[in-house]
């Protein structure tokens, strides 16, 4: 059986060492990049099943963009994306998270914070609603979240969920 394929795009070393370590043990194949590009460069080249990219790289929304691109790529479209954040994720029960992203948004509570990372804990649809550098508000559809520090009792299992899922949607 052929490994899967781990792309890690994360410019702390420390922690692309750690996740090395951790999926390598679960027999995964790993690739690593320090920022987009090189990991965009690797994710061409390498084709891999599944994308773990930090938030905060060379610039604030390093890790948004290259996840917008993947997600704009035919090559890419159908891997599953999880963001590597410190980052409060906020939780709901509401299918539609970009519909709850938008309601985050209005409340005065949220409405100025940068990012707001939402998750629906029933079906684990995720996404991101950012300001852009213009000030208008981004929705990003990503595949889930794994918070930093990274617990690696919670990584293996979120990646082997993300694979199987994106198994059933290929079958």
């Known amino acids: 059986m052929t490994k ?3 792309l890690i ?11 090395q370590a951790i999926l390598e043990n679960a ?3 790993v690739i690593t990049a320090l920022n987009k590009f090189e990991g965009l460069k690797k994710a061409y080249k390498e084709k891999p099943d599944l994308a773990i990219l930090d938030v905060m790289m060379t610039t604030h929304y390093e890790g948004f963009e290259m996840a917008k691109e993947l997600s704009e790529s035919e090559d890419f479209n159908a891997m599953p994306v999880i963001m590597l954040t410190s980052i ?3 939780t709901t029960n509401n ?10 948004r209005k409340d005065p509570r949220y409405k100025e914070l940068q990012v707001i990372l939402v998750k629906d804990v029933t079906t684990g649809a995720a996404g991101i609603d ?3 550098e213009n000030g208008k508000s981004v929705w990003l559809k990503v595949d889930g979240f794994l918070r930093k520090p990274v617990d690696g009792r919670l990584i293996i299992p979120e990646i082997e969920k993300q694979l199987s899922l994106k ?3 290929v079958n």
Do not use: G, W
Not at 95 to 104: I, K, N
């Open 4 to 6: 899967h394929r781990i």
């Open 9 to 19: 795009v994360d410019d702390d070393i420390d922690v692309i060492n750690v996740l």
């Open 27 to 29: 027999d995964f194949e």
């Open 88 to 90: 409060e994720i906020l």
């Open 95 to 104: 299918p539609s998270v970009q519909a709850m992203a938008r309601e985050y």
């Open 130 to 132: 950012y300001l852009s």
């Open 167 to 169: 198994t059933e949607k």
